[in-house]
């Protein structure tokens, strides 16, 4: 399968996370990005005059699709670093209460009762929503990952897994079973080892999930310092905070990160730094629970790499990346008192390039020859990004989901002018999801 876009507008990454934008042509063969030709525009999509045109690869010939985009973007897809896409069935179910209390007394007993073929349907309504917004791979932490990956290759979406394992279910080996079957599966889906929660877990159960990171030499996630409970309960318990504690634990020899990570020490930063951990944030999760603010300005001075996530659908309620993006750069201005504090650009880089850094997909990260076709069509025509005085600064602060084009994945159109295709009706998906929470004690 050949594609051909042209009259097209093309975000491309630099290195120093800047962006340039040209104005040309992109061939895809298969799921792979062969050619990429134009000339460098404005941050309006203005012309330059004298600019030096750039070129990459080698054109293709005989497309199976030509698409003109008559002027709109194409960009990377967005990564969302941090998801639980099977709590689609807890969607404002268990609204307006504190972590503790919405975790303990709404979700663990909901989530008791779920079978493995409800994680297929309530994965595939969450990729959905997904592609709306011009999401192409998904962090994923959830039970049954082999049922949740066979739902990402049905679908044709990229997913990776990490473990949810804690003292209320699964175990060290079952997490080792997860990983190999996961990863062997396809190249869609991948696996990374991880746990819940320092406060939902055993030093025992944590213990082994570090000498399983050693074992695979894999790097290793957890919800890390979401709420200020959670780390002082944790730091009565072993006088240290959750950062201090999975370290001296040797999780980290291969990396990872923290989930939330909204009430870091000092010494929790350093170690971050120290070991190139990620942290992954997101805002609108942490708003809704209460849970605070995180100081992605003093990640970001420090030289820690910050990725963006939805968290669940029971927690946000919307996995919508547009939301995200606009909330980490907000919430991080009015937490500084600075205006200025963390850019439109660095946070499109972390939408995207570091995300993708993050989970482990470094053929996915930006649109370059040789890398996977994980891309998506940004419509420059609605009212929205109008009028283009600045394309990066539109999408980031003005950007919504009704600029979502298309939703590329792997080569394949998943998601197109308002349509899915991937291999099941709408109304086949929401019927299954209403049907399992109905269904529900």
């Not at 504190?98 to 595939?124: C, M, N």
């Not at 399983?212 to 200020?228: C, D, Q, R």
């Not at 606009?326 to 939408?351: C, H, I, N, Q, W």
Request: overall charge negative; proline content about 4%.
């Amino acid at each position: 399968m050949k594609t051909k876009f042209y009259d097209s507008k093309i975000l491309l990454t630099n290195d120093n996370k800047s962006f340039t934008i040209i104005e040309g042509e992109l061939h895809i063969e298969g799921n792979i990005i062969k050619y990429i030709k134009g000339t460098p525009v404005g941050v309006d999509g203005s012309k330059i005059e004298h600019a030096v045109s750039y070129e990459q690869g080698a054109p293709l010939s005989r497309f199976d699709t030509e698409r003109n985009m008559e002027g709109n973007l194409i960009m990377p897809g967005f990564k969302n670093a941090h998801t639980h896409t099977a709590m689609t069935f807890l969607r404002s179910f268990a609204d307006d209460l504190p972590l503790q209390s919405w975790l303990y007394d709404k979700v663990f007993p909901k989530e008791g009762q779920l079978k493995d073929e409800d994680i297929y349907w309530l994965d595939i309504l969450g990729i959905m929503e997904y592609l709306t917004s011009g999401i192409t791979s998904n962090f994923d932490m959830y039970f049954f990952p082999p049922k949740n990956a066979k739902a990402s290759v049905d679908c044709g979406f990229r997913t990776v897994q990490t473990s949810g394992l804690n003292n209320f279910g699964g175990s060290v080996a079952e997490v080792e079973e997860n990983f190999n079957i996961v990863n062997e599966m396809s190249d869609l889906t991948s696996f990374i080892i991880g746990f819940h929660a320092e406060y939902t877990t055993s030093k025992e159960i944590m213990e082994g999930i570090a000498d399983l990171a050693e074992k695979y030499k894999s790097p290793v996630f957890m919800h890390n310092s979401e709420t200020i409970t959670e780390v002082n309960e944790c730091k009565e318990r072993w006088d240290m905070t959750p950062t201090e504690l999975t370290d001296s634990l040797g999780m980290y020899k291969y990396g990872g990160g923290g989930y939330h990570c909204v009430h870091m020490s000092e010494n929790d930063m350093k170690i971050f730094k120290d070991k190139g951990l990620y942290v992954v944030t997101n805002p609108a999760s942490n708003l809704k629970l209460a849970s605070g603010v995180a100081p992605i300005s003093k990640y970001l001075q420090l030289g820690i790499p910050v990725a963006i996530g939805t968290d669940g659908p029971a927690s946000n309620n919307c996995l919508d990346m547009f939301r995200e993006m606009f909330l980490t750069t907000a919430l991080a201005k009015v937490r500084e008192g600075d205006a200025s504090a963390v850019p439109a650009e660095e946070v499109l880089y972390m939408a995207t390039a570091n995300g993708a850094k993050c989970m482990g997909l470094n053929d996915c990260n930006k649109i370059s020859v040789g890398k996977k076709a994980d891309i998506i069509g940004i419509d420059l025509t609605q009212p929205n990004m109008q009028p283009l005085n600045n394309i990066v600064k539109n999408i980031v602060y003005s950007g919504s989901k009704t600029n979502i084009m298309f939703t590329m994945v792997d080569g394949k159109f998943l998601y197109d002018d308002g349509k899915f295709n991937i291999g099941f009706s709408k109304e086949e998906v929401y019927k299954k999801a209403n049907k399992i929470i109905r269904g529900m004690e």
